[in-house]
């Protein structure tokens, strides 16, 4: 029958992926997938192998995992796109759940060295989180915030925080027709790490409220943050030392309402309280 023929491997001379070769086959490809939990690594080797496998990881594999991971928060999010489109695809959308990326020096935000991106093992996004990120005028935006990734940068420095987003129907939003209206520059230097779209700089757009840093745990003015056309969110802080500031900290406080907290343990870096959580 059928599903047997599909089931049929390649032979081990042939290297070539005809139409019907199971590995192909999405129906299979998917079984595959959920047996495995939609493990991350094997789907990113998938996904490398060739433009075909590519190709149907674009369709399918990357937009099951997220439904998988996260599934409320992704229906949310396809609910305010389009026909259930996500801007800037599906695997995107994976690679900003699944994958701190890094700081290099920006106009607003210098390093002394480059921190390299890299996967993480959990990460959980939050609503409440989001809308410490939005202008008054745009709180009615729907934006989801990781905290931030802590990197240790040496002994004198800060903790640098590397924090990750999207907005749910980022084409209807407030913050973006502000940025439309005000004629805000896209940056000539910096892409969106997630989808490679061009960027705002909310720093260059005046539109970062002062409840951002102190939802980071970070000084007034230490952080910026770029919004993609797509509705990606990409930023850095500097993370206020809880030794030394501990106090200020806590009186600037807010208790957020899905419980949230600002730091966390160096090695799981990622793991907080929130409304979309995706576990690698
Ligand atoms: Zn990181
Ligand atoms: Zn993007």
Known sequence: MSANRRLRPNPPSDGSESADSGI???????????????????????????????????????RQMCLYRAPRTVAAL????????????WDALAKLMFYCCGCQSTRHFKVGQTVAGHFVKTSRFSKTSGRSFLSKKS??????????CE?????????????????????????R?????????????????????RVWSMKTAKL???????????????????VCVNGHMHGTCWLVSLSSDENDIEDDSEIDDDGAVRRIGH??????NGSMSSAG
Not at 25 to 49: H, M, P, Y
Not at 139 to 147: A, H, Q, T
Not at 157 to 169: A, H, K, N, S, T
């Open 24 to 62: 192909l086959n999405e129906g299979i490809l998917f079984l595959i997938f959920q047996s495995i939990k939609w493990d991350l690594r094997t789907l990113c080797l998938t996904a490398s192998v060739n433009r075909k496998l590519q190709a149907v990881a674009k369709r399918l594999l990357w």
């Open 78 to 89: 396809a609910s305010g796109a389009p026909n259930g489109r996500i801007g800037g695809g």
């Open 139 to 148: 709180r009615g935006d729907m934006l989801y915030v990781s905290d931030p």
């Open 151 to 175: 990197h240790r940068m040496g002994d004198m420095e800060d903790d640098l925080g590397v924090y990750r987003g999207i907005f749910q129907g980022f084409m209807r939003s407030r913050t």
């Open 177 to 197: 027709a502000c940025l439309v209206r005000r004629k805000v520059d896209l940056e000539q230097l910096v892409k969106c790490p997630y989808c490679g779209a």
């Open 208 to 226: 970062i409220p002062k409840s951002a840093a102190r939802r980071l745990g970070s000084h007034d003015g230490g952080l910026e943050y770029f």
């Open 267 to 272: 090695e799981d870096r990622t793991a907080t």
